[in-house]
């Protein structure tokens, strides 16, 4: 803020998962710390932004294809994605007037530690294959998601959506 006055750019990208077996196995504590981390930290890190962001300025969520399409063992992690959907188009909406830019990119299976820190290895090698292209994304195929939300020379006419890259799947529920 000492240098530059205000902010421009916001992305959300926390998460926690933890995969369990069915309702019963998910703890409390592990489902406090899912909505803790995925989010309430949204919420919180918007509002401080918001209060130092112009015209022009955008938020970016990271959400993801479990908010949409749900899955079994991910049931507190798909509950958290879904709420950060809304959450972009709500917030959206309420930011209109102001000139920010609120979206969201919806990744389907990346390699990164998240996806994988809790499967046993050969399920982990497996991650990502029963997508079309028979293989998970890399965080950099990911990035100009992002690049294109924060420009405000590409996406100055782009605001509550939820973008979703998924292997050559082209439906999302």
């Known amino acids: 803020m000492k240098a530059f006055g205000w902010i421009d750019i916001l992305v959300n990208n926390a998460a926690y998962q933890q995969h369990q077996e069915s309702i019963a196995a998910l703890s409390d ?4 710390r899912t909505f803790q981390t995925n989010i309430f930290g949204y919420f919180y890190m918007a509002r401080a932004a918001v209060k130092r962001m112009q015209p022009g300025s955008a938020i970016i ?3 993801s294809i479990t ?3 749900g899955s079994a063992q991910l049931l507190d992690y798909s509950a958290t994605k879904g709420a950060i959907h809304a959450f972009t188009k709500s ?3 309420s930011l209109l007037e102001r000139g ?3 979206n969201c990119v919806a990744p389907g299976p990346i390699w990164t530690p998240l996806n994988v820190v ?4 050969p399920k982990a090698a497996k991650h990502g294959h029963d997508v079309p292209m028979k293989r998970p994304g890399q965080p950099e195929e990911v990035a100009p998601a992002y690049v294109f939300f924060a420009s405000n020379a590409d996406s100055s006419y782009v605001t509550g959506e939820v973008l979703t890259l998924l292997g050559g799947e082209t439906t999302a529920a």
């Open 118 to 121: 809790d499967k046993p290895g």
């Open 67 to 69: 908010g949409l399409e």
């Open 91 to 93: 917030l959206a909406q």
């Open 100 to 102: 920010i830019r609120v």
């Open 61 to 63: 969520n990271t959400g």
């Open 29 to 32: 504590e592990q489902l406090e």
